[in-house]
């Protein structure tokens, strides 16, 4: 006769030290096996898009480093190609080359904290984070040269960018780009064909393209899930209609996949750096004729949108003549990410939860905003 | 074959066994600071100041106070105002760098240090005596004139008002040469802020 059980409810977070940040999960199990998922948000609220509305334009670029704090310099890019559409201007082109550049740098870190706490959460505690850690400190180094500041940049402004990078720049970043591609390499021969790995992850929480269509993800688990979708190649913003890359595509639609495809995007990410180093030409950096106080026109309405490092990040602009957007929203790509979260845990056990949640690579100051 | 991934990661793991760590011990060694690092110990210049309150016009979080009241010469255009209160809130401050950036005098620039602790809020206050006195070890940032001269404020000598800044304004010529103003009205309409 078998042993009567019943279900039970657990609360994950918002203080459990490998959720991603103040997060919690009310998850009913059955033994081992999940059998209900209730996200629950808003242990970080800050009202950054109302706080929006009271500052000017060019202020609003320090609240937009806070959103997604692994990376800064692409929510950066977002919110200033938003302002630059709704004044119709165009940054200068060395703009343009360095914002792409410090992008896909941005993006080269945020993918490593993604993939390093993901192998963590499998239960690799320690090693390959601190391999991606090292790797992710240099590229701080180099933005705390561009701008002063490693995590919180306001690197970039309307119309450009603040400032030329430092004559020391250039040199240490081909120093950088030398030594990752053999810190990178390491990397990969550490992870990408570890058995464990495999086991762990190779056909967990599959998530069929349909279904991500449906919850409009993007970004890497768009990608994973088997649709070739990247706003890079899409609609190209700043330099990307110059430089070549490829998209990589996962075929399993799982966590591995999701892994995979952060792997590969790091590789392209190079790619596009050193043909920016290659292309970049002297030049001004930031428009001139553009004040510090800019006043758009009433009623104009802009949607400025890249591929952050998670997914299509967007902002929605309004004005209404003053100085300060009448409106910004927000369309965060961890959000609408976490909307497949029941389908990506249920059926699932106890000890994939966490991985499955962690290869969706949510970050909660973008979430919650 | 099963395990070879897992040796083969694990050859990585023992060539990384004999190099160097690339950690250090934090309060006895430190890692290199760039000059351009944006630091708290806000380093202000009074001879440069006119008191125009841009900072805290653009500063996102509003925690500069500056109170200003004419000074012993009559306030005619272009003269400065005498600084009362000139207190930043640096508990709150995010070192955004923006009030840095709105300067049209170059007077105020942001520090290179970054370990402060109080034990009370009020301790944290930066008012206007602090500033006066602070050794003066002014970051680059936003500041081409002063990268460009080399300056490391890690290790370089404190600098005083007539090294650090561009030298486009009458004002300051007339005041470096002794000069009140009594006589020359200075012309503010097409003083636009120099873009780097």
């Known amino acids: 006769m078998p042993i009567r059980t019943e279900p039970m409810t657990v609360n994950v977070g918002p203080q459990h030290p490998s959720t991603h940040g103040v997060f919690r999960l009310r998850i009913t199990f059955d033994g081992e096996e999940i059998l209900e998922v209730e996200p629950i948000l808003g242990y970080l609220h800050r009202g950054s898009e109302k706080l929006a509305e009271e500052r000017n334009y060019v202020q609003v670029v320090t609240l937009t480093d806070r959103l997604d704090y692994t990376s800064s310099m692409i929510n950066n890019q977002a919110y200033c190609l938003a302002v630059e559409k709704l004044l119709g201007v165009e940054p200068p082109l060395r703009a343009k080359f360095l914002r792409t550049l410090v992008a896909e740098l941005q993006r080269i870190a945020s993918h490593l904290v993604a993939v390093g706490f993901f192998i963590q959460e499998l239960g690799a505690f320690g090693t390959p984070l601190m391999y991606a850690f090292r790797s992710r400190e240099r590229i701080l180094d180099l933005f705390e040269m561009l701008c002063g500041?490693?995590?919180?940049?306001?690197?970039?402004?309307?119309?450009?960018?603040?400032?030329d990078a430092p004559p020391d720049f250039w040199p240490a970043l081909?120093?950088?780009?030398?030594?990752?591609?053999?810190?990178?390499?390491?990397?990969?021969?550490?992870?990408?064909?570890?058995?464990?790995?495999?086991?762990?992850?190779?056909?967990?929480s599959p998530l069929p393209p349909e279904m991500a269509i449906n919850c409009s993800v993007s970004g890497p688990v768009l990608r994973a899930s088997g649709v070739n979708w990247d706003w890079r190649k899409m609609d190209p913003y700043d330099a990307y209609d110059k430089v070549e890359f490829d998209v990589p595509v996962g075929s399993h639609w799982d966590n591995y996949d999701r892994f995979w495809v952060r792997m590969q995007e790091v590789r392209q990410s190079m790619r596009i750096i050193d043909q920016c180093v290659a292309q970049i030409e002297p030049g001004p950096v930031r428009l001139v004729d553009l004040p510090l106080v800019i006043r758009p026109e009433a009623g104009a309405e802009a949607y400025g949108r890249v591929e952050a490092s998670k997914g299509e990040l967007g902002f929605y602009l309004v004005s209404d003549g003053g100085i300060a957007p009448y409106r910004c929203k927000i369309r965060s790509p961890s959000l609408i990410n976490l909307t497949v979260t029941e389908h990506l845990l249920v059926g699932w056990k106890l000890a994939d939860m966490i991985v499955s949640l962690g290869s969706v690579d949510i970050n909660m100051g973008e979430v919650d905003r | 074959m099963y395990g070879l991934a897992m040796a083969k990661g694990l050859m990585v793991t023992l060539k990384n066994l004999t190099k160097k760590p690339t950690t250090v011990q934090y309060p006895e060694e430190r890692v290199k600071q760039h000059p351009r690092f944006r630091g708290e110990e806000f380093v202000w210049y009074e001879e440069r100041c006119t008191g125009c309150a841009s900072c805290a016009k653009y500063c996102p979080l509003g925690i500069i106070k500056i109170v200003t009241s004419p000074s012993e010469t009559a306030p005619k255009q272009g003269d400065?105002?005498?600084?009362?209160?000139?207190?930043?809130?640096?508990?709150?401050?995010?070192?955004?760098?923006?009030c840095v950036e709105a300067?049209?005098?170059d007077c105020l620039f942001m520090g290179s240090g970054f370990e402060q602790g109080k034990y009370s809020r009020k301790d944290m206050v930066l008012h206007v005596e602090d500033l006066r006195q602070a050794d003066k070890h002014p970051s680059t940032f936003f500041r081409p004139q002063l990268e460009a001269s080399g300056y490391d404020p890690r290790g370089g000598r404190p600098l005083n008002w007539r090294e650090v800044g561009r030298e486009s304004w009458r004002w300051h010529q007339q005041e470096k040469s002794g000069l009140r103003l009594e006589h020359s009205p200075v012309d503010t309409a097409g003083s636009q802020q120099e873009s780097n």
């Open chain 1, 149 to 163: 500041a490693r995590i919180t940049v306001s690197y970039m402004r309307p119309g450009g960018v603040f400032a």
């Open chain 1, 174 to 204: 081909t120093q950088f780009m030398h030594d990752f591609a053999i810190e990178f390499n390491e990397f990969e021969q550490l992870l990408l064909e570890n058995e464990i790995l495999l086991v762990r992850t190779r056909g967990v």
């Open chain 2, 80 to 98: 400065k105002y005498r600084l009362e209160v000139f207190d930043i809130e640096i508990q709150r401050c995010m070192f955004c760098g923006l």
């Open chain 2, 103 to 105: 300067c049209p005098y």
